[in-house]
């Protein structure tokens, strides 16, 4: 049932500052299926971003080891003009600021029709026009006419978003990676844009990969999440799962620190200190033990990896087994409903 | 656009007209007038006070100058002491040739600046990119004259490729092709001396334009699309780098304005620059006021062309 559109093996990207490599996105394995949304959450500097462009491979410097596979073609050996073909026809991106992800010279129309021209050289212009009026139609966009002879400053940021949408699903792409396409919207907007995507995933059956640090958006939207920690995954679990029983202490923190409307709690969690920056990372043991100073040495694992504890939900370290939030704080239970 | 356009010209008037207050009294008040030095000086003085008394050059300055913005309407620029004929005729034939040289100039500074700034901008950090910002760095603390004079020495004497001076080879007939020749060969070496200094500072403002466009989202959204990086750099990075530079266009001639006066001088070339610096030895006020105010204007003028250039590329700034 479940075909896998993306699959990544022991990914590594890493960025050379000063003579030295570090790792923004550290040994990451995950799959894709077709019709699957999969949601990556974390902090800011976790390497979710880092992954996301990786995947595209839109890094212009890094380093990346092991393999992305996509419909079954080892992506990391392809050269520029395979990507070329390859990006924005069966890989499409929403960039998290609608903002400054347009062309500031260019009419919206011609920003859309050029992804179309791009992979198929033979469209009229005629066509290439109808067609893109079309996609701004199914992306909501009111007076498609009239946008399409605008110019991006002219539109609000939640008509932006929607042009950018429009872009990246141009070409019906099987795998759709959106970088925190909300983060830069207001609340009213964020919903509309979740909805339009959520409509257009089930239309397509693509694959889409939710890059996010809203828990609330994750529970709305995902099949599956992948928690995200100092470039490395720390847990990993189909949505229900992960909120009825997350395991990790990052996982289980972050869970915390959102303020729930139906019980009654003094303080909301917060979880000690600041991801570390990439070239501070712990090179050994668990990442997350700095963090959670009050849990002994002796629960973390030397070399924490991956544990599979029900079929298909995976946590890293051992820690999780003795972890207690301090002060016997109650923990709150979280509940998808769907 | 159009009401734009006028108004930005009506508000030119009141520019044009303090700048013409000043340089008027400037003028007037620069030491010795157009009858000091011109006279036989075994003239009786009396004489010369009742010659200055009839051209009104005892008259309060505002008098002197309304007098003057009169004729400057009518189009009489007043009469040269030194070469015995109206200004307006004189600096007309002047005209022509700085006009041509800056023309030439500005089409050399643009097919300098083109390609080295985009050059240096897309591979940034890399030789050619050193090689081409150390060429700025020299071009900006290179004065003009020394380069001028420079050039003129290797190419004109020591290579003698080119005349060193003049805008014509005497005695061939104007609206030939020969005629077009010899003057664009006249030109060449002004020319190329003068845009191999003034193109360092669009050199460098493309380059950075570049390199600051280089790393905008935009540019992201495009590579994502799949764009080569032919069109990446074409339709994207490039159109955004070169408007700032085209808008600049405006302001490129005021600097040519004060590098003609260095470079007609040393090349000899008949043009207003050499027509200012020789009328102000000469104490030829007449001609330097009219061609201080021709100056003054043609800055305004350069900064209105800006605006304008500006407000036609980027949609962001159209006015309506």
């Known amino acids: ?338 | 656009m159009w009401k734009f356009t006028l108004r930005r010209i009506v508000t030119m008037i009141p520019q044009v007209l303090l700048l013409s207050i000043i340089v008027f009294v400037l003028a007037k008040m620069m030491p010795g007038d157009a009858l000091t030095g011109m006279v036989d000086p075994n003239v009786d003085p009396n004489t010369i006070a009742e010659k200055r008394e009839a051209l009104g050059l005892n008259d309060p300055w505002y008098e002197q100058y309304t007098r003057w913005l009169g004729g400057v309407f009518q189009g009489d620029l007043g009469q040269s002491i030194h070469f015995k004929m109206p200004v307006s005729e004189l600096v007309w034939q002047r005209i022509v040739n700085s006009f041509w040289l800056s023309a030439f100039t500005l089409v050399l500074t643009y097919l300098i600046a083109i390609p080295l700034g985009i050059t240096s901008g897309r591979y940034n950090d890399s030789w050619a990119d050193r090689l081409i910002t150390g060429y700025t760095y020299v071009g900006f603390a290179m004065p003009i004259f020394i380069f001028a004079l420079v050039m003129l020495w290797v190419f004109g004497f020591y290579l003698d490729l080119f005349p060193t001076g003049g805008s014509i080879q005497p005695g061939i007939e104007p609206g030939t092709f020969e005629y077009i020749m010899s003057k664009i060969y006249h030109m060449l070496l002004p020319a190329l001396s003068m845009a191999l200094i003034t193109t360092v500072s669009t050199v460098q403002y493309l380059r950075s334009e570049i390199v600051d466009t280089k790393q905008k989202d935009f540019i992201l959204t495009a590579r994502a699309k799949g764009a080569s990086e032919t069109r990446v750099y074409n339709r994207h990075i490039l159109r955004n780098s070169l408007l700032p530079i085209a808008a600049f266009l405006g302001y490129e001639i005021t600097g040519l304005i004060g590098g003609s006066i260095f470079i007609e001088n040393i090349f000899s070339y008949p043009g207003m620059g050499q027509l200012f610096l020789s009328s102000i030895s000469l104490r030829d006020y007449s001609v330097v006021t009219s061609l201080v105010l021709l100056f003054g204007m043609l800055t305004i003028i350069g900064g209105l062309l800006s605006d304008i250039i500006l407000s036609l590329v980027d949609p962001r700034i159209r006015i309506k």
């Open chain 1, 1 to 338: 049932m479940s075909e896998p559109i993306l699959e990544i093996n022991h990914l590594t990207t890493s960025f050379r500052i000063k003579d030295e490599h570090y790792a923004a996105v550290d040994d990451v394995s995950l799959t894709v299926n077709k019709n699957e949304l999969l949601a990556i959450v974390g902090e800011s500097g976790c390497g979710k971003s880092a992954l996301a462009f990786s995947i595209m491979r839109l890094h212009n410097r890094a380093k990346i080891e092991g393999e992305i596979k996509f419909k079954g073609q080892n992506i990391t050996e392809f050269s520029t003009s395979q990507l070329n073909a390859l990006r924005g026809k069966d890989m499409g991106m929403i960039f998290q600021d609608p903002l400054t992800a347009l062309n500031p010279l260019m009419m919206i129309g011609d920003q859309i029709g050029e992804i179309l021209l791009i992979h198929n050289k033979t469209l009229s212009a005629n066509k290439r026009k109808g067609r893109v009026i079309e996609l701004l139609n199914k992306v909501g966009i009111p007076r498609a006419e009239h946008v399409y002879n605008q110019f991006p400053h002219e539109l609000s940021g939640g008509m932006r978003q929607r042009v950018v949408i429009a872009m990246a699903i141009a070409n019906n792409p099987e795998l759709l990676i959106a970088d925190e396409p909300t983060t830069a919207l207001d609340v009213t907007i964020q919903s509309q844009i979740l909805d339009l995507m959520k409509e257009l995933k089930e239309e397509s059956h693509a694959g889409v990969i939710l890059i996010t640090h809203d828990l609330g958006v994750v529970a709305e939207m995902a099949d599956r999440v992948a928690v995200m920690y100092a470039g490395q995954i720390v847990e990993i679990a189909d949505v229900y799962t992960l909120f009825e029983n997350p395991l990790h202490p990052y996982t289980r923190s972050l869970l915390n620190s959102v303020p729930t409307a139906n019980e009654e709690q003094s303080k909301l969690h917060v979880i000690q200190g600041v991801v570390p920056s990439l070239q501070n990372l712990p090179r050994e043991g668990c990442r997350f033990s700095a963090r959670i100073p009050w849990i002994s040495e002796s629960a973390h694992e030397k070399n924490p990896v991956l544990h599979e504890v029900s079929p298909g939900h995976f946590v890293r370290c051992t820690c999780y087994k003795d972890f207690h939030f301090p002060d016997g704080k109650k923990e709150d239970k979280h509940h998808v409903i769907s």
